[in-house]
């Protein structure tokens, strides 16, 4: 064998090593963001769990408003419907709805004495804002690890093999601008 066949052999040994290491890489990137949505999946499912039981609580009070525990029944069904098929952008816009419901039920809810002094509610709204501190956290891993798969698929000259092997762009949970905005007390109690 000639120095010029060894060194070839040896350059596409090299660059087989690295393509292996990439490749590895990308799939551990790629499992994360798998793992990251689990996370926030474990949590929408807690939270899809306890809601049917807070809009109960509060329509118990015959003259609590109806309207929004309709709206929040309603961005339940969405959420639940955008979680199980992973459609990440469909679960940003449900999502900013069903948080704007739930903060119109907390904030409706100081009107009403006597739904603030049960028990019951008082352990689900305690419960629910848990769920939703874990869920914004949970976000923020997953959104890092998508930014990280994302990056690294772009990138020379990981973005060879990633298109080799067809990894793909995966999207951000974003929440609507609504979502992130303080709610409006004022139209809540002149409503």
Known sequence: ????????????????????????????????????????????????????????????????????LARVTEARARVAAARETHDVEALGAAEGLLRAGLGQIFAVAEAYPELRANEHFTQLQSRITALENGIADRREWYNEAVNLHNVRIEQFPDLIVARMFAFVDQPLLQFSNSEKSDVDLKALFNA
């Open 1 to 68: 064998m000639s120095i010029s066949t060894a060194v070839v052999l040896g350059l596409l040994v090299l660059a087989l090593v690295y393509g292996v290491i990439v490749y590895n890489g990308l799939v551990n990137l790629k499992h994360g963001v798998a793992k990251a949505w689990a996370n926030i999946d474990v949590l929408l499912k807690q939270r899809h769990d306890e809601l049917p039981k807070l809009v109960e609580v509060c329509r118990r009070y015959k003259q609590f408003e109806q309207a929004t």
